[in-house]
């Protein structure tokens, strides 16, 4: 299932928390939940609910401070961290680097500024993908230049088997087992999940190389398909719930290699 960016706050004063959430939640973002303390911020961190990113005050109530907390969290599982705080000093400033946080922010905050740092938090932990490197060239082949990046094409950016892409000025997670297939228009491909579809500046077999996604086939030279979400097909089209892809005759045989025949 696609789905936006989960976000657990820890702040102790019950005001700004909600101020918080309720802007983050215009932004688009899901807040899982509030912690005033970091025994209760463990324990939403270990919940049901996924936690995507942290956004942590230092001076919080309780035996441990926002930045023992955020130690304690980051044992359990590694997140995007950004501290939102009213201390700079040297001091809790090193103490606060220890932890490896993605930014922290003095307060008061605006959205603006919080929105680059939670997007800057993401781009940051999930390394962008790179297209397949070439062969090393040759001892006496003259060396090439490094490749510009092209700021005019989409990053992906991939943890594990799922993915976060740009949509509507943010990063969006999507799962790619809910991906059922990717179509082709020109330097765009479309990534269509079971809720909604994801428009890319890159070429199909841009995405496909930078996503190396086992589960992905080609079908046609626009199309491909994730082969766990085929619910039927035939010599000329495949068929995935209310879509029909259609299948190319010079892209059938690798179709067909990828089920074992018994």
Wanted: hydrophobic share 45%.
């Amino acid at each position: 299932m696609s789905e936006q960016l989960h976000i657990l706050i820890i702040e102790d004063e019950a005001i700004l928390a909600l101020d918080l959430k309720a802007k983050l939640h215009r932004e688009g973002y899901v807040v899982i939940g509030v912690a005033s303390t970091g025994v209760r911020a463990l324990e939403l961190f270990g919940g049901q609910q996924r936690v995507d990113l942290v956004l942590c005050d230092i001076n919080i109530k309780g035996d441990w401070d926002g930045i023992e907390t955020s130690r304690r969290l980051l044992a359990e599982r590694a997140v995007p961290l950004i501290y939102l705080t009213a201390f700079s000093d040297s001091a809790t400033l090193n103490r606060a680097k220890q932890t490896a946080p993605a930014a922290y922010l003095v307060k008061p905050v605006n959205i603006a500024q919080l929105r680059i740092a939670i997007e800057l938090a993401i781009s940051n932990f999930a390394s962008p993908l790179a297209p397949t490197p070439s062969l090393p060239a040759a001892d006496n082949a003259p060396a090439k230049p490094a490749p510009e990046t092209d700021l005019s094409r989409d990053t992906i950016l991939q943890i594990d088997d799922y993915v976060f892409v740009k949509s509507n000025q943010q990063f969006v997670r999507v799962n790619l087992s809910e991906v059922l297939y990717l179509e082709a228009d020109n330097t765009y491909t479309t990534l269509v999940t079971t809720q909604k579809k994801y428009a890319l500046r890159l070429s199909l077999i841009q995405v496909l190389e930078r996503l190396n996604y086992v589960r992905f086939v080609r079908l046609h030279r626009s199309y491909a398909v994730n082969i766990d979400r085929v619910d039927a097909f035939n010599e000329h089209e495949v068929s995935i719930g209310i879509y029909q892809i259609p299948m190319g005759r010079s892209f059938r045989d690798t179709f067909i290699s990828r089920f074992t025949f018994r």
